[in-house]
Each structure stands twice: as structure tokens, then as C-alpha cells.
């Protein structure tokens, strides 16, 4: 028996279904049948609750879970994969007398973790009737990408910044135990031990993005030890969305790895250290063009007068982060420049210079929802 259940493990690997041992007194044969075949799709969507009082630091809204496919689906093309249902009273999202919310699949990649025929399907969650979830944002962005929008083909960097925490998302991983690092300046870029906290974390993360086919653009060490950035982008509409949320999800994912909590909070540390936000850039055709100048000051003109709007939707917490310190504009206040860190919209010198490229948004916080900053972004500039 114990030769079957040491060869069992080693069968479990791959599409080995027999091996035989022998003893000095009979042969052994122990069969195991596995289904090389089979295909883990990890079904993953929000809960909407990113950054509410009952999450805090420690928790995120990504949720997920896997269905084993006796037959692969190999096309990538999410509308060949089966619709599921969650429990959505144990998410917050239903109530238990109606629990069942439904999964659709919208967005496809390969899993950079378990590899092979699996993947990870980014879905939008439809409530009992089938319609869109209240916390269902992907639609309310599909909603309006008219014939008007796909003629601008309009495109997004988003700049996620994150927190990495030590178990327990009490305190900063890397940090001296009840006490602080140095004073912001050294870090930002930095390189070596005394510099930089969590490079492995990061480093794993970037290379599942890759390998899960994410258009990720690079990696840095931010401006408080043991703060991290990622970019997503430049991207379409609802991919940014897709992409941001999926590389969320692996983020959490790879920290269960590392022990390592990582946190969208927009000020996880009180004091002289910076904030987290989520940095937007945003173009159009027109602005990308000859001349797209006009069409990015015109763009910056119309922000400038639905700032609330975009300030009720641009995270939780927000105000703790827009202060007017810490390369932030004051939440209250909008204020556009070239080069300006401390603006609501901030102008890329080359992109002054050149006359024509992209704005960046720089109010959003870390844990808003990307889909919401996109729609917004092109529902004020050009609808």
C-alpha cells in the first residue's frame, strides 16, 4: 500500500497512468488514471468593496474561484467559456433569501501560475435577472463607448501604486518593528537592502504579468519604502479595466506566496510619508495627432468643471490623500500645469514640447476602480 500511495503522488504529475514495483516475494502493480486533459479556469471578479471600512488594509474586493473543464477551451475568446454562479450573500452582494449572482466571462489570459491549458477569466458579475450587478462598472463603461469613442481610439496608461504590508496589515513590510525607516528620499528608485523593501514581490509579480500577457509597462520602487508601482497601459477602454483588475488579482495572488499583504489604501501611513494613488494617462486620436495640443487643452477645459463629479468616484479615502502636499493638488481645488506634480492635470514636458500626446489624471487614488476612471475620462471629454 505504501508503494501505491508514494506512486500515486509521482503519477499525479503528468499522463503516467502505471507503474510497477517488486519485492523479493511478488510484483506490485499500482494503475492511477489522471486527466491530462483537464483545464483549471480561474473565474475572478470584484466585490465593489475596495477600501470600505470593513475591508481596511488587510482585505481587497478581489474574489475568485476554479472550475476544472474536463475539455480545455483553447480559444481565449471569453464567450467560449460557461457562465458560473457565486454565493453573493458571503460576498456582500446579494442577500441570502436571493444569494445567486452569475459570472460572465469577458476577458481571457493564460495563468502564469499554474501554466499549461490554464487560465484566469476576468468576469462581470449580472445579478438574478440577469442584468448588470449595481457593482457591476465594466457595463456601465460598455455603455457608452458609441460610435463617437471607437473613432477617437482612445487610450490609457494607469499607474498603480501600492503598499506592501507585513501579514496582519498593520504595519509597512521592511519597516523596524514599532519604529520608522529613514526619512523619504532615499527610495524612490532606489536600489539595495537599506533602500528597498519587497523587490521580490515585485519582481514576481511583473514576470506573471508578462507571462500572463498583460501589456505591463514597468516597475518601481515609489517614494515611501515599501511602496510599489506597477503600470498597466497603453491600452484600450474596457482592457485597461480588464488588465488592471487581473493584475490586481495576481498581485494578491503571488502575496499568499511571500506573506506579504499588499494594500490600495490612498494613505496607509499618517504623517510626512507620500500617498498611493493610481495616476491616469489618458489620449485620443486628436490628441496624438498634429496639433493634438488643442484637443488636450480643450479636454482639460471640460474636466474643469465636473471636478466633483470625479472626485466622489476617484476612491475611497481620497481625502486623506489630496492635501497639496506630497506632490498632490489639494482635493477641493483644480489646477492643471506643465510638469506640475502638485497639479490635478498634469501636461508632460515632452508632450508640450512635441504639441501634441496624452494628459495625466493625477487624481484618481490607488483603490479606485479603474473602469469608473476610464468611463469618466471619456464620458467628460468627449460625450
Known amino acids: 500500500m505504501a508503494a501505491c500511495v508514494s506512486t500515486q503522488k509521482a503519477c499525479m504529475a503528468g499522463p503516467t497512468v502505471a ?29 465593489g468593496a475596495e477600501g470600505t471600512i470593513e475591508k481596511g488594509m488587510q482585505f481587497n474586493e478581489m474574489r475568485s474561484k476554479t472550475k476544472v473543464l ?13 457562465e458560473w454562479s457565486f ?17 460572465r466571462p469577458c476577458y481571457v489570459v493564460p495563468d502564469p501560475i499554474r501554466g499549461g491549458d490554464d487560465v484566469l477569466v476576468m468576469c462581470d458579475v449580472l445579478d438574478a435577472s440577469s442584468a448588470p450587478h449595481p457593482t457591476n462598472t465594466r457595463a456601465k463603461l460598455a455603455a457608452i463607448i458609441n460610435d463617437k469613442v471607437k473613432a477617437e481610439a482612445c487610450l490609457f496608461g494607469f499607474e498603480q501604486e501600492y503598499t506592501m504590508m507585513a501579514k496582519g496589515g498593520q504595519a509597512v513590510y521592511g519597516w523596524p518593528a514599532g519604529g520608522f525607516p529613514a526619512p523619504q528620499g532615499p527610495f524612490y528608485c532606489g536600489v539595495g537592502s537599506e533602500s528597498v523593501y519587497g523587490r521580490n514581490l515585485a519582481e514576481a509579480h ?16 515609489e517614494v515611501m519604502p515599501g511602496q510599489w508601482e506597477f503600470q498597466i497601459g497603453p491600452t484600450g477602454p474596457l482592457e485597461t479595466g480588464d488588465q488592471v483588475m487581473i493584475a490586481r488579482w ?25 500617498g498611493t494613488g493610481a495616476h491616469t494617462n489618458y489620449s485620443t486620436k486628436s490628441m496624438r495627432e498634429e496639433g493634438g495640443m488643442a484637443a488636450i487643452n480643450a479636454a482639460i477645459e471640460r474636466l474643469s468643471k465636473c471636478h466633483p ?22 482635493i477641493n481645488e483644480f489646477r492643471f500645469g506643465v510638469g506640475d506634480r502638485g497639479s490635478s492635470i498634469r501636461i508632460p514636458l515632452p508632450v508640450q514640447l512635441a504639441g501634441k500626446g496624452y494628459l495625466e489624471d493625477r487624481r484618481p487614488a490607488a483603490n479606485v476602480d479603474p473602469y469608473t476612471v476610464v468611463r469618466l475620462l471619456i464620458k467628460n471629454t468627449l460625450l
Open 309 to 330: 463629479e470625479h472626485i466622489t468616484q476617484y476612491g475611497t479615502g481620497n481625502e486623506l490623500r489630496l492635501t497639496g502636499k506630497h506632490e498632490t493638488c489639494d
Open 19 to 47: 507503474v510497477a514495483r517488486s519485492s523479493h516475494r511478488q510484483a506490485r502493480m499500482c494503475v492511477v488514471r489522471v486527466n491530462a486533459l483537464a483545464q483549471r479556469v480561474e473565474y475572478i471578479w470584484h466585490d
Open 87 to 103: 454565493d453573493g450573500s458571503s460576498t456582500g452582494q446579494a442577500e441570502g433569501r436571493s444569494s445567486d449572482c452569475i459570472l
Open 70 to 82: 474536463q475539455k480545455p477551451v483553447t480559444s481565449f475568446n471569453a464567450a467560449d467559456f460557461p
Open 206 to 221: 511583473m514576470d506573471a504579468c508578462i507571462k500572463a500577457g498583460l501589456i505591463i509597462s514597468g516597475i518601481n520602487a
Open 250 to 274: 495576481l498581485l494578491h495572488r503571488l502575496g499568499e506566496e511571500f506573506g506579504i499583504v499588499s494594500t490600495f489604501a490612498p494613505k496607509p501611513m499618517k504623517g510626512d510619508w507620500n
